[in-house]
């Protein structure tokens, strides 16, 4: 008996802990167990050949939103060669429709629903001992002609799920996902975290020994896929003041956050830690109040921003903030005020995503009565809406690549602290930038890096007063933070006239040859020190020594 566990991931670099568990809690099944992670950029035929050759009796496949489409095909293909082959489906691209899916998906035999440990665990007794169908909870299978629906699956206690990290060789080069946690003690509309509000934990006495193992094996990065991970002030407290304690000064670990429910011993714990121990991602989706309440949020955006500006004065912690277009009651001018209100803060990122309807939410439910309208097929992300309309969607679409390309590439942070002054506030600034991108017919090409500050700098000259000369400083500013360049830029400043002195403050300092010195056109002279980087950017410590250039080598 060969039992296939098949995951389709988005990214090589991501790794699928669903499947992992599924094979750690049937462990009493291990022998019969195969398991398989591919990608949706691999070739399909080079994926329906490798499952072919492992002539597996049964294959289990992981269904999300990302890959669905994929995955559809690639079992009808499976099928036509592995006809004597059960194929099932889990996940929740197809838990909350399992019996649609199945009408459509003839290739399937079946669907796991829910929760799917103790499910996979009793179709492995199945197919290797004979264990009954109908007495396993959280199937949806076909029986003939009919579907049938077993139930609810059984809730997992988290403590009996293994621990799937004891070898690491698997995920070599690839983020390491861990759950702390399962549910969500909140109802946002949107997400599927909301159907189970019962939060179940894993006892510390795991977790704690489980984070040693990665600072032991210093993993570079793990990803908390706990829903809102400070649920729980004294757990949150415990979990943190371990990483702080046990630092190994390499692994750094993301937390999803709640930002309005920290509290000041939370707080001052996080202005203790090394930078970049810790990361945080915070939703914040919308600071519209009749948003907020008909999404079934209750963020108070205040207590966002006192946490996520004391975290920031830290100055060691990166911080990524999410808004949501395309929600209930945000027409476009709530989602300009959402932009500015959270832009202000200043995240190390600042994620512009479209709402995408996820099939079992409660935001499915009220799709007809907000007139919200949805592709058709995956990632049934927003078209318009009864409050925005899809010429509106497409714009904030080209702000979003804008804050993209120019905010959260953090390669650009000198000019645009110089290009916001000239606009009424930073999303006229980015939807300005996006129109003129557009007109130019800019929007559709591959670009590569240096082009795109040629790219501002025509626009800061063609839609703003600013003096050219201080656009093309701050650009150059901007390009050497980030690296010393072996080529320079059109718009660069001659340094020739300049060489000589540089050198000799080079020769009298003992500069390193790493380091770059720059003379702008403003007079002032930068040295870029390329061995001290600030970790959230990666830009290059910068000081100015123009009075130490004028005072001793400017007349040499």
Known sequence: ???????????????????????????????????????????????????????????????????????????????????????????????????????????????MTGEGEETFRRLCGHYAEGYPLDEIPGLVYRSGKELINTGAPVPVELDKIPFIYENLDDFQNRIIYYESSRGCPFACSYCLSSIDKRVRFRSLDLVLPELQFFLNHQVPQVKFVDRTFNCNHDRTLTIWRYLLEHDN?????????????????????????????????????????????????????????????????????????????????????????????????????????????????????????????TGEKEPYEVMSTEWLSFDEVLRLKSVEEMVEVYYNTGQFGTTLALAEGYFNDPFSFYESLGEYYEEKHLSTLSHARIRRYEIFMDFLEE?????????????????YLREKLKSRPAFALDQKPYEEAIWHYRREKRIAKTAHI????????????????????????????????????ENV
């Open 1 to 111: 008996m060969n039992i296939m566990l098949m995951a389709v991931n988005a990214k090589y670099i991501h790794s699928n802990p669903a499947v992992y568990d599924l094979r750690a809690y049937a462990h009493q099944y291990r022998q019969y167990i195969t398991l398989k992670e591919y990608t949706i950029n691999q070739q399909m035929q080079e994926i329906i050949r490798d499952v072919y050759l492992t002539h597996p009796d049964v294959v289990c496949v992981s269904c999300y939103i990302w890959n669905i489409s994929f995955v559809r095909d690639i079992v009808r293909d499976l099928k036509k060669v592995l006809p004597a082959t059960a194929f099932w489906a889990g996940g929740p691209e197809v838990s909350y429709d399992a019996e649609k899916f199945l009408l459509s998906e003839k290739a399937f035999c079946g669907v």
């Open 249 to 373: 000064s390499v692994t750094n670990f993301h937390f999803e956050i709640g930002a309005d429910l920290l509290n000041d011993e939370e707080l001052d714990l996080l202005g203790k830690m090394r930078p970049g121990l810790v990361q945080l991602e915070i939703g914040v989706q919308s600071t519209n109040m009749q948003t907020l309440r008909e999404i079934r949020r209750t963020a108070d955006f205040e207590k966002i921003r006192k946490s996520v500006m004391r975290v920031h004065s830290f100055g060691n912690i990166h911080q990524h903030l999410d808004l949501i277009a395309g929600l209930p009651y945000e027409d476009y001018s709530s989602f300009i005020q959402s932009f500015n209100d959270v832009y202000s803060l200043r995240p190390d990122q600042l994620q512009l995503g479209f709402l995408k309807v996820l099939k079992g939410s409660y935001m499915e439910e009220k799709q007809p009565e907000y007139h919200l309208i």
């Open 463 to 479: 839609r703003t007063e600013a003096d050219p000369d201080a656009i093309r400083d701050s650009l150059v500013q901007d390009l």
């Open 518 to 553: 720059e003379r702008l056109r403003d007079g002032r002279y930068l040295l870029f020190d390329y061995d001290k980087r600030d970790f959230k950017s990666g830009n290059a410590a910068v000081y100015d020594i123009t009075a130490e250039m004028e005072n001793s080598y």
